[in-house]
């Protein structure tokens, strides 16, 4: 099946600085991918919908500003937390269609953001 | 806005046992339901995705079926193993292939 490579696995980082994750589909192109986040013991919540060559779309309470998305190639997604905060400490994770509508999309392995 | 909702939030069953895993939504207008496994701190297995043409999906020991009209969807576990605890997720596919995922069911299968 399709493989998504998400990198890195988690990070902690001090309080004020970005942290940048990258999303790739190793075997397919990926016209759309989608940002999510998850904390300790909820369900994940999409955050964000990004589109190759064009601007992400975000979710209700999202803040485009700190959450930067950037979907430059067909094979490359990235999410960069700016000034992260301790509230940011989450589950973020990817997944990637390969552009027909409504298909079985494909999923990173997350990472473990910690905010100290 | 669609919601999705799990019951129940978490279950214990011992080894060899059949479970039921319960999935419901509020907007029917949806094009497909999928079933993830996700283990801790780890991303997410799809194991079933259900076309909202279809009544059910089966791979192994797993069945999924779906009830449109209704709004629930469930995944039959036959014969639980300990390998099976984990967290199971259903998400509904709506508009723009977004998902909405429910609140998840932790199983815990003991020996």
């Known amino acids: 099946g399709a493989v998504v490579s998400q990198h890195p696995s988690w990070v902690i980082c001090k309080s004020g600085t970005s942290v940048k994750i990258e999303c790739r589909s190793l075997?397919?192109?990926?016209?759309?991918m989608f940002w999510y986040r998850q904390f300790p013991k909820q369900s994940l919540m999409l955050m964000a919908t990004?589109?190759?060559?064009?601007?992400?779309?975000?979710e209700q309470g999202v803040e485009k500003d700190k959450f930067l998305i950037n979907h430059a190639s067909l094979t490359l997604s990235t999410l960069t937390v700016t000034s992260a905060h301790p509230e940011d400490s989450s589950f973020y994770i990817c997944?990637?269609?390969?552009?027909?509508?409504?298909?079985?999309?494909?999923f990173g392995s997350g990472t473990q953001l910690s905010v100290l | 806005k669609q919601e999705v909702t799990q019951i129940p939030a978490a279950l214990s069953v011992p080894e060899g046992e059949n479970l039921v895993l319960n999935c419901s939504f509020t907007?029917?207008?949806?094009?497909?339901l999928q079933w993830f496994r996700q283990d801790p701190g780890k991303g997410l297995t799809s194991l079933l995705l259900?076309?909202?043409?279809?009544r059910e999906q089966t791979s192994g020991r797993l069945n999924a079926s779906l009830d449109k009209s209704s709004g629930r969807s469930t995944l039959y576990i036959a014969a639980s193993q300990p390998g099976d605890s984990a967290t199971y997720l259903c998400?509904?596919?709506?508009?723009?292939?977004?998902?909405?995922f429910g609140t998840g069911t932790r199983l815990q299968v003991t020996l």
């Open positions: 997944s990637a269609s390969g552009g027909t509508a409504h298909e079985k999309l494909f």
């Open positions: 907007d029917s207008a949806i094009y497909n």
């Open positions: 075997d397919f192109q990926a016209t759309t």
């Open positions: 998400a509904a596919t709506g508009t723009a292939s977004k998902l909405t």
């Open positions: 259900i076309q909202s043409s279809q």
């Open positions: 990004s589109n190759e060559g064009s601007k992400a779309t975000y």
